[in-house]
Nanobody
Framework: QVQLVESGGGLAQAGGSLRLSCVVSGRTFNSRSVGWFRQGPDKEREFVAISNGNGVGTLYADSVKGRFTVSRDTSNNVVYLQMNSLKPADTAVYFC????????????????????WGQGTQVTVSS
């Protein structure tokens, strides 16, 4: 059974930083895409970032490009989302998601492309 556990959310001031972690267990981590999504108050879930199946490629939503960085630790099956220069608009519940099939270099940025999800972690940014 695949399990994803996020951590690292919390309260930050505008301009501050937080680092989210997502531990993936129960399935090999290699060659699989792991995505970060978020859902703000009264909003639909939206794509934030991807760590591609090749373990090197990354893709970001325009709203976070240049401020957020996604990385993975393949030894420990952990994917990180480093969030800098936070804005109140970043306030949301953040989810990591795991695609069970091998991804290679294809970009999977839709939530429907992912098979397993974490429980989410709340990020609140105050102005």
């Amino acid at each position: 059974q695949v399990q994803l556990v996020e951590s690292g959310g919390g309260l930050a001031q505008a301009g501050g930083s937080l680092r989210l972690s997502c531990v993936v267990s129960g399935r090999t981590f290699n060659s699989r895409s792991v995505g970060w999504f978020r859902q703000g108050p009264d909003k639909e879930r939206e794509f934030v970032a991807i760590s591609n199946g090749n373990g090197v490629g990354t893709l970001y939503a325009d709203s976070v490009k240049g401020r957020f960085t996604v990385s993975r630790d393949t030894s420990n099956n952990v994917v990180y989302l480093q969030m800098n220069s936070l804005k109140p608009a970043d306030t949301a519940v953040y989810f990591c998601a795991f695609r069970a099939k091998e991804s290679g270099s294809v970009w999977y940025w839709r939530s429907m492309d992912y098979d397993y999800w974490g429980q989410g972690t709340q990020v609140t940014v105050s102005s």
